[in-house]
């Protein structure tokens, strides 16, 4: 056999993609070596020659090897080791040593797993770092596979489950599974919910499950995504059972009085809303007695204040024994205490209230020491009086306060008497309030329609207000006290923006009708009421002339050199103008000329009379009249009757408006009635009526 030379070695070597040398069997000296060898030896390729081949990779499988080799053995060898490089690196290779067909020589290839061993390393400690977290969360972590596989939990979900060790042990899911089935109290709901989470797996859920043991657990599950892909689930069990006793103590708590057990008055507040409710649909009533004791303080005082709680705790057994089993006996607090009596009308009341005057004044002896108490009771009615707690007790409180005045030990029914208007006002104002940011305010119109040939001509917009206590609240009741807080402002800008925006609805269908709007004194003096309305009306795109600004006679009195001027400016703008509940007010007939006033409306205190009442038929005439020479339309509110109608038209007013025609309809009805609403002939022309022309 010839000796192949050392290049040709080299040149194969060079040719292998990891580190590789040959040695001669007899003297273990290398005798060839590539670069790559060099490399993962630390040391240049060049020196590798001649230098011993079990040094290079020492072991004690490599030292039986070469041994074995020498003595003729061939069998390879193929394994992990670790080598020294000459710069200090711990290398991780495997390495095989094969002895060449040549029988002197052997070769040795090491293919560097260092990085693979690095990756496995990093992956270890990442395994342990998740293990240690799962352990160390107070949640219960079940991890499984696309398939339902469980494939990690950890010891805290044996325990929330309640698993035994041996179980766990059998390393079997179905076990585990069939375990967790038999713990929870509705097993076919969670059946389902786990066939419907597996049906879904990308969903998130959380839900609670409740346990045979009493045990509550919120479970959370979110799907198992790697690359990209939904490999599975995990799910983690919270065991609520603690946190929701803790609660359901606070909530019990803070719904009962701790003395005497008693709902408390937040818990009787509720009651009450629903005693409203319950009233309200059915047409009921039911009724708050206010008890409080007389000259407990006294009690308190002499006998000291443990026997005076001793003494609470008595009478409100007492009184829950002269009780019907529906009604609800609350304390309020101190020695007062309050009765929900439903259904109750104002009898069962008084009668409620003689029971409980009754077994309070009952002899008492509490710790050797006897006594007789009494009480004073005030009583409310709901929901008449009030459909809150608050208000009923305050009514009854009033009432039991009267009861003390003059003599204690009885009880009486709160008369529902004028409450202070500033009371009122307050409430009103602020429901108003909460009525036009909730959007709880509409607008009707009121069609206003010519005598002469019964067409409709225009439409006044009035507010409507539907507060979900109070019912229906007309304007004649809510605008005064708009006007005197001030947010009239607020709902008049409100109510022009809306009106204007219906007119530029009704222009686009073809009704070019103008709305008129019921402007309040106030509103019209803002400093920048001219530019609102201006604006509005661009911004819409509505003609100006489709909106009529209805002014009261107030506007007219109060600084007239500035009302003037924006009158001017509305005038210039093109919008008209009226005067509103005309003939009610103080303006001089003079001044109406100057104010550039388009049209007349007479209140309609004057059109009800009509047209028998000889002084408002003179009074309709003066007006007609005066509007005649001024050049003025004029129109009639409030008309009712037929007769009122034709005394109008035969006096030569131009308009009408009034539930003889229609209400006050929204804006659907209305436009129906406009579409409807054919012309009428022309009505006969009566000699003394005078077309008016605007000068
Ligand atoms: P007003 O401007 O004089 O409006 C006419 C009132 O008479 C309206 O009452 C209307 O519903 C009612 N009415 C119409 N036809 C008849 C009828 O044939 N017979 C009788 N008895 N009454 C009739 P409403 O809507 O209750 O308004 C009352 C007042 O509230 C209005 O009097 C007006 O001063 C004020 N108001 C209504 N809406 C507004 C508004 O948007 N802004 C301002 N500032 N005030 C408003
Ligand atoms: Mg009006
Ligand atoms: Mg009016």
């Known amino acids: 056999m010839s000796e192949t030379p050392v290049t040709a070695w080299s040149a194969l070597l060079d040719a292998l993609p990891h580190a590789a040398w040959v040695a001669a069997l007899d003297t273990q000296r290398v005798v060839a070596a590539n670069a790559a060898a060099g490399g993962l030896l630390g040391r240049p390729a060049p020196v590798l020659p001649g230098a011993d081949a079990l040094a290079l990779c020492a072991s004690p499988e490599d030292a039986a090897w070469w041994q074995a080799a020498s003595v003729g053995d061939r069998s390879p060898l193929h394994s992990d080791v670790v080598v020294a490089a000459a710069d200090g690196r711990l290398v991780h290779a495997s390495r095989s040593l094969k002895v060449l067909p040549d029988g002197r020589h052997a070769l040795a290839v090491l293919c560097d797993r260092s990085s693979e061993v690095r990756a496995e390393e990093a992956r270890e400690t990442l395994m342990a770092e998740l293990q240690a977290t799962l352990e160390s969360t107070a949640d219960g972590i079940l991890v499984t596979d696309a398939t339902g596989r469980i494939t990690a939990f950890n010891r805290r979900f044996a325990e929330i489950w309640s698993l035994a060790p041996e179980l766990l042990q059998q390393d079997d899911d179905l076990v ?16 389902t919910r786990q066939r419907v989470l597996r049906e879904t797996p990308g969903a998130v859920a959380t839900d609670r499950i409740e346990l045979l043991n009493g045990r509550v657990l919120e479970r959370v599950t979110r799907p198992l995504v790697r690359g990209g892909r939904t490999q ?21 708590l803070s719904l009962h009085d701790t003395l005497t057990g008693l709902p408390n008055r937040r818990s009787l507040a509720d009651r009450v809303a629903v005693a409203a409710a319950d009233a ?24 000291g204040h443990e026997l005076g709680d001793r003494v609470l705790q008595t009478v409100a057994e007492r009184i829950q024994g002269c009780l019907r089993a529906d009604d609800l006996l609350a304390r309020l607090g101190g020695d007062q205490f309050a009765v929900l009596v439903q259904p109750a009308d104002a009898a069962a009341a008084e009668s409620t209230a003689r029971r409980v005057l009754n077994v309070v004044a009952q002899p008492t002896t509490v710790d050797g020491a006897a006594f007789t108490l009494t009480c004073s009771i005030g009583v409310a009615m709901g929901p008449s009086q009030g459909a809150r707690l608050d208000d009923l007790a305050r009514h009854a409180e009033t009432a039991m306060r009267a009861v003390k005045a003059s003599g204690r030990a009885h009880f009486r029914v709160h008369q529902a008497r004028a409450e202070g208007d500033r009371r009122r006002h307050m409430k009103l104002d602020h429901a108003m309030r909460q009525a036009l940011v909730s959007g709880r305010f509409r607008l009707h119109y009121q069609p206003q329609v010519s005598l002469d040939d019964g067409s409709i ?39 022009l923006g809306q009106a204007v925006r219906q007119a530029a609805l009704w222009h686009g269908r073809g009704h070019a009708l103008p709305i008129a709007v019921n402007v309040s004194a106030l509103q019209f003096r803002q400093p920048h009421f001219v530019d609102r309305v201006s604006g509005l009306l661009a911004v819409a795109g509505v003609p100006p002339r489709l909106l009529e600004l209805e002014l009261t006679e107030s506007v007219l009195v109060h600084d007239v050199d500035e009302a003037l001027t924006r009158l001017h400016a509305l005038d210039k703008l093109g ?17 109406l000329k100057r104010f550039r006033i388009g049209k007349l409306k007479i209140d309609r205190s004057f059109v009800s009379g009509l047209p028998a009442d000889e002084s408002d038929a003179g009074i ?18 409030g008309v009712e009757t037929e007769a009122q109608r034709q005394f109008l038209q035969d006096e030569g007013c131009h308009e009408f408006q009034g539930w003889l025609y229609a209400p006050a309809l929204d804006a659907l009805s209305f436009e129906q009635r406009l579409v409807q609403a054919a012309p009428a002939p022309p009505a006969a022309p009566s000699g003394r009526r005078i077309r008016l022309v605007r000068n």
């Open 232 to 252: 599975g689930r995990v799910w983690s069990f919270r065991d609520l059972t603690e946190r929701l006793a803790a609660e359901e103590k606070i909530e019990e």
């Open 457 to 495: 001509v225009g439409a006044e917009a009035l507010l409507r207000w539907r507060d979900p206590e109070m019912g229906e609240v007309s304007p004649a009741q809510f605008i005064p006290v708009a006007e005197d807080s001030g947010f009239i402002v607020h709902i008049g800008e409100w109510v």
């Open 176 to 191: 585990i599974q069939d375990a967790m089935l038999r713990a929870v109290s509705d097993a076919l709901a969670f059946q």
């Open 620 to 637: 309709v005439r003066a007006i007609l009249q005066m509007a005649r020479a001024l050049g003025m339309r004029v129109i009639a509110e």
């Open 280 to 303: 309200r649909r059915d047409g009921g009533a039911f009724a708050l007695l206010v008890i409080d004791l007389d000259r407990f303080r006294q009690i308190n005082d002499s006998l």
């Open 575 to 591: 919008v008209q103008l009226s005067i509103d509940d005309f003939g009610t007010g103080y303006s001089s007939l003079a001044y």
